[in-house]
T-cell receptor
């Protein structure tokens, strides 16, 4: 069974600081996704990582994928309050019929 | 492009009643997925459907839950005889190909009282 683990689950940081969220998964995966969710809202797609060594950046967020280590990271640079949200990673496998398996989520709070 | 439309946004049901949740996928998307999110948890896969077919229902509880995606109209997730433990946010996602490129709806928040 595919398992996805994120850490930390809770992260409180000051504006302007950098931090990294980690996403480990248990078996070979075809694709790795990062989503953002604001309270009471839906999931907003941030990144889709398709291959080993993939790196994508959007604003203050950068995601990377190491398929050999079964690890993805979401790096936050110079955090701002607007980044406060819950961040989920998810993986899917072609052999699992394209269903997503999600991590538990990292609740990020950026303090002014 | 209206995106994935779910309704109702909020649904309150008494224990023992039925809940019907609707999902209209994005235009051109024929693959629909339902996920459940319990409070303070991640999303858990429930079922994957294409038009008129259930492709994977391995995440569906064995009793009281059913899903359909008819040739015409939205996908429906039906929960019979709801219990308090069914209280959750139910999200629908759609995809054009059944591969990556999932778009999520805004969810239906079900509260069982």
């Amino acid at each position: 069974e595919l398992k996805v683990e994120q850490n930390p689950l809770f992260l409180s940081m000051q504006e302007g600081k950098n931090y990294t969220i980690y996403c480990n998964y248990s078996t070979t995966s075809d694709r790795l996704y990062w989503y953002r969710q604001d309270p009471g809202k839906s999931l907003e797609s941030l990144f889709v990582l398709l291959s080993n060594g993939a790196v994508k950046q959007e604003g203050r967020l950068m995601a990377s994928l190491d398929t050999k280590a079964r690890l993805s990271t979401l790096h936050i640079t110079a955090a701002v309050h607007d980044l406060s949200a819950t961040y989920f990673c998810a993986v899917d496998r072609e052999t699992s019929g394209s269903r997503l398996t999600f991590g538990e989520g990292t609740q990020l709070t950026v303090n002014p | 492009n209206a995106g994935v439309m779910q309704n109702p946004r909020h649904l309150v049901r008494r224990r023992g009643q039925e809940a019907r949740l609707r999902c209209s996928p994005m235009k051109g998307h024929s693959h629909v997925y339902w996920y459940r999110q319990l409070p303070e948890e991640g999303l858990k896969f429930m079922v994957y459907l294409q038009k008129e077919n259930i492709i994977d229902e391995s995440g569906m509880p064995k009793e009281r839950f059913s899903a359909e995606f008819p040739k015409e109209g939205p996908s429906i997730l039906r929960i019979q005889q709801v219990v308090r433990g069914d209280s959750a946010a139910y999200f629908c996602a759609s995809s054009p190909t059944g591969e990556y490129g999932y778009t999520f709806g805004s969810g239906t928040r079900l509260t069982v009282v």
